[in-house]
């Protein structure tokens, strides 16, 4: 419980936020295992698919940290510390968004290099509202959503649909609940036909 982790034989490693009592919640925890998780991606992997279990991608901050402002400081050193790695890996990222994606999990989307959401799919930043600065998200979000679209989100903590997050940049793709899974392999399929050099050689010149 927490973070699953499997590889299938194509090399697509699949990493799962599993904790249906926080709605999964990324704790210390999960964010630490899933940093170390992320070093250990070797010369075997070809895309890496980070999602969620249930109905679920991720409610952000574990409310049950946030309370003590040294869970909060270590958490948003990790969040930084992921978007680093994510930025370093060699192989590229699918987020497969299978439900609401709030906070720390929405930066995390908008980190992959590609994200499919599902339809019915809710968004927000509502850190603000909780007297919380988002940096690591704002850092996350600066490479695919305008200004004025980021002070709108970050602002105001509001909420949003799939709709508007695929026009703002932050979704690739979006499908309906029974069509996620075929629209997420169909972009693993087209990854997988490039060559891993290149593949690699091409995100670096992007994310430069």
């Known amino acids: ?14 990493l799962t936020f599993d904790d249906p009592r926080t709605r999964n919640a990324l704790s210390l925890d999960v964010l630490s295992n899933l940093l ?5 991606v ?3 992997c070809r895309v890496v698919v980070l999602t969620g279990a249930g109905t679920t991608f991720s ?3 574990d409310r049950g940290e946030v309370a003590d402002p040294a869970n909060v400081e270590r958490a948003g050193k990790l969040v930084l510390d992921l978007l680093a790695r994510l930025d370093s890996l060699e192989v590229p990222v699918v987020a497969r968004v299978n439900g609401a994606a709030f ?3 929405l930066a995390l989307v908008a980190a992959a290099d590609i994200a499919v959401a599902v339809d019915g799919a809710r968004f927000g930043f509502p850190e603000v509202r909780f007297g919380m600065v988002a940096e690591p998200a704002i850092a996350a979000c600066r490479r695919r959503v305008s200004e004025g679209a980021l002070l709108d989100l970050f602002l105001t903590g509001r909420q949003f649909d799939a709709s508007e997050a695929a026009e703002l940049g932050l979704v690739a793709h979006t499908a309906a609940p029974e069509l996620l899974d075929g629209a997420v392999e169909s ?3 087209d990854l997988l036909l490039g060559d891993r050099a290149a593949i690699a050689a091409s995100r670096r010149l992007i994310r430069a």
């Open 59 to 61: 409610s952000g901050a």
């Open 36 to 40: 170390d998780r992320l070093y250990l």
């Open 187 to 189: 972009v693993v399929a």
């Open 103 to 105: 906070g720390a999990g």
């Open 42 to 44: 070797g010369r075997d």
């Open 1 to 14: 419980m927490g973070l699953g982790s499997d590889q299938d034989a194509r090399g697509v490693l699949t």
